[in-house]
């Protein structure tokens, strides 16, 4: 997927991230409330110098006090006789302007604090922090009142002195996510390019945290616009005639029994301005929020969603342990629908060694992950078929039955092991919790357990390793820990997402080794993930390769690497090296796999392939059983002998 983002020109790209900003507020139903009823507070408030509003300050003693709804006076007037329905949109207007202004020179202010404290770190850190601590050490209203005091009365001091107490939130919070990056690899290297400190930070640290900054600005200007209201009120902020929200409030507090209206028409109208503030902040960080942002605000689930329209009739295939039969899965991503997984069928029987090989975004961990319900939902589902373990289909199994199977029948190594690893915990605490997890064993035995799963997986001084924690090993130690945590409890199935990629030639040697022995010993299953053909061709009985969501060809290994039918398998043999053969052409495959939500009519690979004709592009092209258990989707399959690019077909195809 991220080459396919890649590929897209990035105007457009930005353009489509600020509709899906759009929709995905406008989605939540709360925010989009408060966002209406905000920009209608301001759009009256900016429209005041073209309303037909008479003078809010002109007092009129004979009007004195009429109540609302009176002609003339829609909201009635005050105890000096002015209109309040005038004096309340130049009021907000003022108050708008002021708590906007606060906020803004509260976020500059706090978030360059927080920016050089956090990257300069040491004294400067220490030094700019004491500064802020001693700032939150007092009340903030009082120090907002002392500041005032000061300064004299006025809103320009007010506006100061919010700003001032406000600065601590954004130091400390900007602070705070500044130290986690400025440690990064990505900031190491542009300090290595040369870049100077002041770049840095605009370049590299500035757009990270700026969607922080957003987040707290649209989360403290309420509050601003609260806590100007409250010095107005006290007479500290907007003097007289001038007309603020707060200070109006302030006016109606002396005839609060005679005539009610003069308070609650502007308290009325600073709680409708607030609470619309803090609801749209609240949508506009749900959604600059990366965790919350691909779909439904909801926390992802133990295990995906099954959604299928129907549950299939499946029986096994006789002597298949694990049976996946017209396996699809989908990410409902802001609307569009990803089809990662379109309809897969695997079948892995007792101490079999199936490889499942494809190119990077070809939807093999998405395989592997939908059969135990891996994949996180949202945004995945599994939109259809079945997976049956022993006959028996694990989509349709209750939560805790496919709880207490993986890691003990069946488990995974995933992709990234670090990742996967708890960063809190010794590797060796976390492979004895895997073994306690299923098993009866007590503390002691699962210890000596442990260390003997590392021996197996060649971890050298097992005893002092497991006391590592993950960060002390290297990759290739922790991709063996993981494999270790998945031989935990002699799974009868082990699904190995390429877990001898970040592994040099040796130990992945030692690893397969140990694949093979565990299969030969105990008679588990594997299934094998991988982009290698050269991994392949040494452990996996069986091969079946992937492209884009869907398996193009499966067979025995042998006599698929002997004579590839399909164009793509063709391909990908080609692309691995053959030791004393220096002189050969290694060719890349032209073109990129297609989207998982643009996936083209027909073949998926004929875009890029060779021998593709015009009927490769309509309809669908079943996967045709041939001899010797294997099978191919490919209309023009090659023959034995023959090239990937040679055939009848090169002439007719134009490669994309
Ligand atoms: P690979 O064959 O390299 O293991 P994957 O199975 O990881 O490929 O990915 C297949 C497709 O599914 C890709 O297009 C990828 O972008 C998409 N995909 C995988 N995981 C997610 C996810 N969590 N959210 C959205 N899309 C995903
Ligand atoms: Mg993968």
Redesign the pocket.
């Known amino acids: 997927?991220a080459g396919a983002v890649i590929a897209e020109p990035a105007t457009a790209r930005r353009g489509k991230g600020r509709a899906g900003f759009w929709r995905l507020l406008l989605n939540n139903r709360l925010a989009a409330c408060g966002l209406l009823v905000l920009m209608a507070i301001v759009l009256v408030a900016l429209a005041a110098p073209l309303l037909p509003l008479p003078d809010p300050d002109l007092t009129a003693p004979a009007d004195r006090l009429i109540r609302p709804l009176e002609p003339g006076h829609p909201l009635g007037t005050d105890a000096l006789g002015r209109d309040i329905l005038s004096r309340l949109i130049w009021g907000t207007r003022v108050s708008l302007a002021v708590g906007i202004s606060a906020t803004l020179i509260a976020a500059v202010l706090g978030s360059l604090i927080g920016l050089v404290a956090g990257y300069a770190g040491g004294r400067v850190d220490s030094l700019l922090m004491r500064g802020i601590d001693m700032i939150m050490a007092f009340p903030y209203i009082l120090l907002a009142l002392a500041i005032v005091a000061v300064l004299g009365p006025g809103l320009l001091n007010a506006l100061y002195a919010i700003a001032v107490v406000n600065i601590p939130f954004f130091a400390r919070n900007i602070r705070g996510i500044t130290l986690g990056l400025a440690r990064r690899e990505f900031v190491d290297a542009a300090r290595l390019s040369g870049k100077s400190h002041v770049r840095i930070l605009l370049g590299e640290i500035l757009p990270n945290v700026l969607p922080v900054i957003v987040i707290t600005m649209s989360t403290t200007v309420g509050w601003m616009i609260l806590e100007t209201a409250g010095l107005s009120f006290l007479g500290l902020g907007a003097q007289p005639p001038q007309a603020d929200l707060g200070s109006m409030l302030g006016e109606g507090r002396g005839v609060l029994f005679t005539a009610p209206h003069v308070a609650i028409v502007p308290g009325l109208l600073i709680f409708a301005l607030v609470m619309s503030i803090n609801l749209a902040g609240d949508g506009v960080r749900d959604v600059l929020d990366p965790r919350l942002r691909?779909g439904a605000l909801t926390r992802p689930v133990a295990r995906t969603e099954i959604a299928r329209a129907r549950v299939p009739e499946a029986s096994p295939a006789p002597g298949a342990m694990l049976d996946v039969q017209g396996l699809r899965t989908e990410?409902a991503?802001g609307g569009e629908i990803?089809r990662?997984v379109g309809g897969v069928d695997l079948a892995l029987g007792r101490g079999e060694c199936l490889g499942l090989v494809?190119e990077?975004?070809?939807?093999?961990?998405?395989?592997a992950m939908s059969i135990m319900g891996l994949?996180?939902t949202p945004?995945?589902r599994i939109a259809g078929g079945a997976a049956l373990l022993d006959g028996e289909d694990l989509f349709s199994m209750p939560d805790e039955r496919i709880r207490r199977l993986r890691g003990s029948e069946v488990a995974h190594v995933f992709?990234d092991p670090l990742s996967t690893l708890h960063p809190l915990f010794t590797v060796g605490d976390q492979i004895v919790e895997a073994i306690r997890a299923h098993g009866s064993l007590d503390r002691r035995s699962a210890e000596a357990r442990a260390l003997d799963l590392l021996a197996l997986v060649r971890i050298p001084n097992p005893a002092e390793r497991s006391r590592a924690y993950p960060h002390e090993l290297s990759g290739g130690m922790r991709q063996r820990v993981c494999i270790a945590m998945a031989l935990a409890n002699d799974p009868r199935i082990l699904i190995a997402d390429e877990p001898t990629t970040a592994l040099d030639v040796t130990v992945q040697a030692r690893i397969l080794a140990l694949m093979e022995r565990l299969r030969r010993e105990r008679d588990a299953a594997v299934l094998f993930?991988t982009h290698d053909f050269g991994v392949v061709s040494t452990i996996c009985d069986r091969v079946a390769v992937?492209y884009a969501?869907r398996v193009v060809e499966t067979g025995p290994t042998q006599a698929i690497l002997d004579a590839p039918a399909h164009p793509y398998t063709a391909r990908l043999i080609a692309c691995v090296p053959v030791l004393g053969e220096p002189g050969r052409r290694l060719d890349a495959i032209p073109g990129r796999p297609p989207m998982?939500n643009r996936l083209p009519d027909g073949c998926a690979f004929a875009p890029r392939c060779p021998r593709a004709t015009p009927e490769c592009r309509e309809g669908e092209i079943g996967l045709v059983p041939g001899e010797a258990g294997r099978a191919v989707r490919c209309l023009h399959p090659l023959g034995p002998g023959e090239g990937p690019g040679g055939g009848a077909g090169e002439t007719a195809g134009e490669p994309a």
């Open positions: 997927m691909s990410f991503i990803h990662a494809g990077s975004g070809s939807g093999k961990s998405v395989t994949v996180p945004p995945g992709q993930i992937m969501g998982a």
